[in-house]
C-alpha cells in the first residue's frame, strides 16, 4: 500500500514539476503576464507540498526496518527519482528567479524576449493544479512580492534536499534501473491508438539490416568498378 502511495506522489510530482518547466520558459517572452507569474506561484506552491509529502512517505518507508529487501529496493529507486525530481525543481526556481528579476512586470519600457512562444498557459497551469479552470486572485505587484518569496522557497528547496541526504543514504549508483535507458521510447504503441499506424521495433531492426546489407553490396560493386577501370587505365599509359 505505501509502494503504490508512493509511486502515485511521484507521478503527481513529476507532472506538476513538468508544467512547472514549460512556464518558466514563457517568463520574459510574449507570453509573459500577470496571470503567468501567479500561475507560476501556484504551480510551484503544489509541487513543494507534494514534495513534503514524498519526503515524509518514502522516509518512513526506508527507515522501516520490516521492509523486504525487494520492496527496500523498490523504495530506493523511488528516492533517487524523487531526489532527480528536486534537482530539476530547484534549477527551474532559480531560472524563474533569474528571469523575474531581469524582467519585471512593473517596468513597461523592458524589452520581452522574442522567444517565439505565443499564446497564454493556463492550460498547463491548470493541468498542473488538477483544475479545469484556473482562479487568479494575486495583487498587481506580484512579481515583486513573488521574487522574494521565491527566494524563501528556493532555500526551503535546498534545505529538504540537504536533510534528505542527513536522514538517508542511498547512493545513486548503488541503484539499478527496472529498464534500459530510453526504454519508454521502444514502445510501439500509445494508449488509444490503432496498432495498425504502427511497426515494431523488430520489423523496423529487419529492414535496418536489408537496407544495411543492400548498401553494403552497392559500395563494393562501386569499388571494384572504381579498381577495374583505374587498371585499365594504367595499362592503357
Known amino acids: 500500500m505505501a509502494k503504490e502511495e508512493c509511486k502515485a506522489l511521484l507521478d503527481a510530482l513529476n507532472r506538476v514539476t513538468a508544467c512547472y518547466r514549460h512556464m518558466v520558459l514563457s517568463v520574459g517572452g510574449t507570453a509573459d503576464s500577470q496571470n503567468l507569474r501567479e500561475e507560476l506561484k501556484q504551480t510551484r506552491q503544489k509541487a513543494h507540498d507534494l514534495a513534503v509529502a514524498n519526503r515524509n512517505k518514502l522516509t518512513a518507508a526506508l527507515k522501516d526496518k520490516n521492509v523486504s529487501k525487494e ?10 527519482i524523487f531526489s532527480t525530481c528536486l534537482e530539476i525543481l530547484e534549477t527551474d526556481m532559480k531560472r524563474a528567479l533569474e528571469l523575474g528579476l531581469e524582467f519585471p512586470l ?19 497551469a ?14 498587481r505587484n506580484i512579481d515583486e512580492v513573488d521574487l522574494k518569496d521565491l527566494e524563501q522557497e528556493i532555500h526551503k528547496v535546498g ?6 541526504e542527513m536522514k538517508v543514504n542511498v547512493p545513486q549508483w548503488t541503484v ?3 529498464q534500459d535507458p530510453g526504454a519508454e521510447l521502444k514502445s510501439t504503441t500509445s494508449a488509444g491508438a490503432s ?6 521495433i523488430e520489423e523496423r531492426k529487419g529492414f535496418c539490416d ?9 559500395f563494393s560493386a562501386v569499388l571494384i568498378l572504381a579498381v577495374i577501370l583505374a587498371v585499365c587505365v594504367v595499362k592503357l599509359s
Not at 537496407?211 to 553490396?217: T, Y
Open 126 to 139: 491548470a493541468r498542473a493544479m488538477s483544475v479545469q479552470n484556473m482562479k487568479y486572485e494575486a495583487e
Open 195 to 200: 496498432s495498425g499506424g504502427f511497426v515494431s
Open 106 to 124: 512593473n517596468v513597461p519600457k523592458k524589452h520581452l524576449i522574442q522567444t517565439g512562444m505565443s499564446g497564454g498557459t493556463a492550460g498547463v
Open 159 to 164: 534545505e529538504m534536499m540537504y536533510e534528505m
Open 210 to 218: 536489408i537496407s544495411k546489407l543492400l548498401a553494403a553490396i552497392v
Open 176 to 178: 539499478e534501473a527496472k
Open 71 to 80: 520492496d527496500k529496493a523498490e523504495f530506493e529507486r523511488l528516492w533517487v
